[in-house]
């Protein structure tokens, strides 16, 4: 191998293993330190999609604030029925932030602000869950 | 730039926006199709430093779990107290699957069921969201 051929392969795999870093199946997969934001959102209106896809589609802008590091939005999963496991909410937001800095800019960010006006009409009730990483 | 050269740049470019669609702040930070199981637990002794190490440590032997792809251990964030935010639980176990196939090799693996037989008595509640991605 050239020395030059050997130079990018050597950046290749650094950037390989930097990868395997962030989604890892080893211990590196331990994510410490992010402020998870979880939200459970009940419709006024469980039984109607058009709600859902409204709320969903409103969800999504939150994607566009600079502070939401991972946003995942979801709906109940098709998992066993257990008295554990609360699944009569009708959509999930997951945010992560790098800090408490990071959420208290969210809060008051216009794209969330406009969201809240735009969607809050959809829902009964809402619960939030915020953690810590330990 | 030589042909060789020119394809060793080409691939760490690739592994550089791969790595890039991971952790991005793009539209590329929309995450779909995974599955999120969320557990929150409150404890029997909810003052109880020690109760609360001792299970914390429990969850973290989920990460060995193989469909685990990625599992954040934590404790009620210090965000702003609002009426809409749940923070009397002891600790949150955010675990990420591929799939639900993978949610149930977790539920069903050795690595989990010895967590519930060595922990379960520390805890008083336990609520579990199951939210898959759209």
């Known amino acids: 191998m050239k020395k030059q051929n050997r130079k990018s392969f050597i950046s290749t795999i650094a950037f390989t293993f930097g990868g395997i870093a962030l989604h890892a199946t080893a211990p590196e997969k331990m994510n410490n330190k992010q402020l998870i934001h979880h939200v459970f959102f009940w419709l006024k209106n469980p039984g109607s999609n058009a709600d859902l896809e409204k709320l969903l589609e409103g969800l999504r802008t939150l994607a566009k604030i600079e502070t939401v590091k991972n946003i995942y939005i979801g709906v109940p999963a098709d998992t066993q029925k257990r008295s554990v496991v609360e699944s009569s909410y009708a959509a999930s937001e ?20 406009n969201f809240i006006k735009n969607c809050s009409h959809l829902w009964d009730k809402v619960v939030v869950y915020d953690v810590m990483g330990v």
């Open 94 to 113: 997951l945010l992560f932030f790098d800090d408490l800095a990071g959420q208290k800019t969210y809060q008051d960010h216009p794209i969330h602000l």
